[in-house]
């Protein structure tokens, strides 16, 4: 006979993903009043070097999540895992940018920005396709909705999807936010800000939560939660298979 454990407290798949977003968008906008705010931070760092920073911190946690799947950091329980990860992220972050504001000043930061995005969409958009055929921690997929439409199906829903709320986010982001909420200068007409600095924040933000801390304190999602079953002792299968065969 095997036991079922009871399962924890799961919400759907759609609660655990608003959840995810209500406290990423207090995180960030709370961050940046406090660090980069240009009218409210008491300190100096926009756009530099907190644009900069972002950069390498951005880099920083792609590259361990994403393609090394935070070895060594998956050893640590949560929230300590997270902890650790967010705190090795500010030091290589300001490190890097302070060891190398020369060599960075000569790059083209747009360039750089979409190949982070680049990066960010193939991991979670496209489960890491085609990377993920390759074998150890170098293939790692991190699905998303949806899950059961066929492999063409899934990756063309998701790719309409982001590129769409990418869209609209730009918009929102430009002719609102940036002038309204966030008090950035305005770069062109009526367009404010730049997305390279308070973007690059956000997803920063989702990516120590989400990937980093692994949502911490929220419910998991109920199809991730369902009640396993525990494995029957050794000698009560042993005797189970004696009476089959009996």
């Not at 036991?3 to 608003?18: D, K």
């Not at 990423?24 to 926009?46: C, H, M, N």
């Not at 967010?86 to 190949?115: C, K, R």
């Not at 496209?126 to 150890?136: D, F, I, L, S, V």
């Amino acid at each position: 006979m095997s036991e079922t454990l009871p399962s924890r407290r799961a919400v759907s798949w759609l609660m655990h993903g608003i959840g995810n977003l209500i406290v990423v968008l207090v995180v960030t906008f709370g961050g940046w009043y406090l660090i980069a705010d240009p009218r409210v931070s008491p300190f100096e760092l926009y756009p530099l070097p907190f644009d900069a920073a972002l950069f390498w911190a951005l880099l920083f946690v792609v590259w361990s999540g994403f393609n090394l799947e935070f070895f060594g950091f998956d050893r640590l329980r949560q929230p300590l895992r997270g902890a650790v990860i967010t705190a090795s992220t500010a030091v290589f972050a300001v490190g890097v940018t302070y060891a190398f504001p020369v060599g960075y000043g000569h790059l083209n930061a747009d360039f750089m920005a979409w190949i982070i995005v680049a990066v960010i969409v193939t991991g979670l958009t496209m489960e890491n396709w085609p990377w993920r055929q390759a074998t150890g921690r170098g293939r790692t997929a991190l699905g998303n909705k949806p899950t059961n439409l066929g492999l063409a199906a899934n990756l063309t829903v998701r790719a309409v999807v982001t590129l769409t709320l990418g869209i609209l986010a730009f918009i929102a982001y430009y002719r609102f936010a940036a002038g309204t909420l966030l008090h950035e200068p305005v770069v062109a007409g009526n367009l404010y800000g730049n997305a390279l600095g308070f973007m690059d924040w956000f997803a920063l933000v989702t990516l120590l939560y989400v990937v980093g801390f692994g949502s911490y304190g929220l419910p998991k999602p109920a199809d991730k939660t369902a009640a396993e079953p525990k494995a029957a002792p050794r000698h009560a299968a042993a005797e189970s298979t004696r009476q089959q065969g009996s």
